[in-house]
């Protein structure tokens, strides 16, 4: 059985829907962030760096355990593990990993560094600073709007793993990505298509 290591984040959540929409058996242990649980000796056996997502699969690659870190590596994995969710269309699948770079090296960073500015830096930082992230954040979405003026997802007819990984990012600023200028009622419809499936919303809950 697969273990996840996991929380209540974007980054932990993401892994929660992709265990849980790939089909897989799975244990999840949720972690309270607020504790320091993340920099336990047991834990840091486990990610020297001590950040959540965790995942251990017995049955890696070659049949040897694996120990995965990173929450879009882990979506990704199970994806190719259980056979769904990436195309076999060659135009869906670059489309697909079009969208899912795009929301783990821009999207993604951008909300964390919303969250990092306004709470964790030592020293004030000016409000200027994190409207320009987050003026960022709503030009980004108003991208993908664009794009799901074209299809149902992202890639096109199909959910793929550029979905799954970009849904929780979505929901954690919802009200600041609907408030942007541009943003089309069809993002708000993509995000209940995709909230609406039970692998999501176990996985939004941190549940197997």
């Not at 793993?161 to 541009?182: E, F, H, Q, S």
């Not at 909230?195 to 176990?202: D, E, S, T």
Request: hydrophobic residues 40%; neutral net charge; proline residues 6%.
């Amino acid at each position: 059985m697969i273990e996840l290591h996991t929380a209540g984040t974007a980054n932990g959540q993401r892994s929660a829907i992709a265990v849980n929409e790939c089909g897989v058996a799975c244990r999840i242990h949720v972690l309270d962030l607020t504790k320091g649980d993340q920099h336990t000796p047991e834990f840091r056996k486990l990610n020297p760096r001590g950040r959540i997502p965790v995942l251990i699969d017995p049955q890696g690659p070659g049949g040897r355990e694996l120990v995965l870190t990173q929450s879009w590596a882990i979506l990704l994995h199970l994806a190719e593990r259980a056979g769904r969710f990436i195309p076999t269309d060659p135009l869906a699948r670059v489309r697909m990993y079009e969208w899912l770079m795009e929301g783990a090296s821009d999207i993604a960073p951008t909300n964390s560094n919303i969250y990092f500015l306004g709470n964790r830096m030592p020293e004030k930082v000016p409000g200027s600073t994190i409207a320009f992230y987050e003026n960022r954040l709503q030009d980004m979405f108003r991208t993908a709007a664009e794009r799901l003026e074209d299809g149902p997802y992202l890639a096109g007819d199909e959910i793929t793993v550029a979905d799954l990984g970009l849904y929780p990012v979505y929901m954690a600023r919802k009200a600041l990505i609907d408030a942007g200028a541009g943003v089309t009622g069809g993002l708000q419809t993509w995000a209940e298509r995709i909230g609406a499936r039970p692998g999501v919303q176990k996985g939004m809950r941190l549940q197997c």
